[in-house]
């Protein structure tokens, strides 16, 4: 006869399994932050797209697609964008980020750094693309993208890392 878990073990599990879209969530939220970038708009896309990225290669039943486009609605309701850009710019970053799960997941660093690039180039595109549709004009001013592109690609290692710290200390007994 099995052990029934506790409520407090209950809720225990269920904070840990939170942690992922929690930080999503934090990175949105950060992201929105009045920094000083003069006009380029909010920063929030490309880090957002990091733990995104990050969890659905190392823990993807932490980071469903639900989550995904739950956070990408927060973020068109927060930013007044057009409701569905943000939502489909992640889901096309999870998407990709899943597509290549099996290449990335067990690969060094680097790669998976190169995989985030490559991830957060093709979500930027798609975001461009959006955004150009809805305006009816095509912007050719890429300097505020490549600038909050070049942000999300500096800020992707240290963000690894302390994912890699919370993962290991926090969610050894989450199931994978």
Not at 104 to 127: C, E, K, N, T, Y
Not at 142 to 167: D, E
């Amino acid at each position: 006869m099995a052990l029934r878990p506790t409520v407090g073990q209950q809720i225990d599990v269920a904070l840990r399994r939170s942690i992922p879209v929690a930080l999503a969530v934090l990175l949105l939220f950060l992201g929105l932050l009045p920094w000083n970038t003069h006009g380029l708009g909010p920063m929030n896309a490309n880090l957002v797209l990091i733990p995104i990225y990050y969890w659905t290669l190392y823990r993807p039943r932490l980071m469903t697609v639900w989550a995904v486009a739950a956070i990408g609605l927060l973020s068109d309701f927060l930013l007044g964008t057009l409701l569905g850009v943000n939502m489909l710019t992640f889901l096309v970053g999870y998407r990709v980020a899943l597509a290549q799960r099996k290449i990335f997941a067990s690969a060094p660093f680097i790669i998976v750094w190169a995989g985030f690039l490559l991830m957060s180039g093709v979500a930027g595109l798609v975001q461009w693309l959006l955004a150009t549709i809805v305006r009816e004009q095509i912007d050719f001013n890429l300097r505020p993208a490549l600038f909050l592109y070049m942000i999300g690609a500096v800020a992707y290692p240290p963000c690894a890392y302390v994912f890699a710290w919370i993962q290991r200390r926090s969610l050894v007994r989450v199931a994978q």
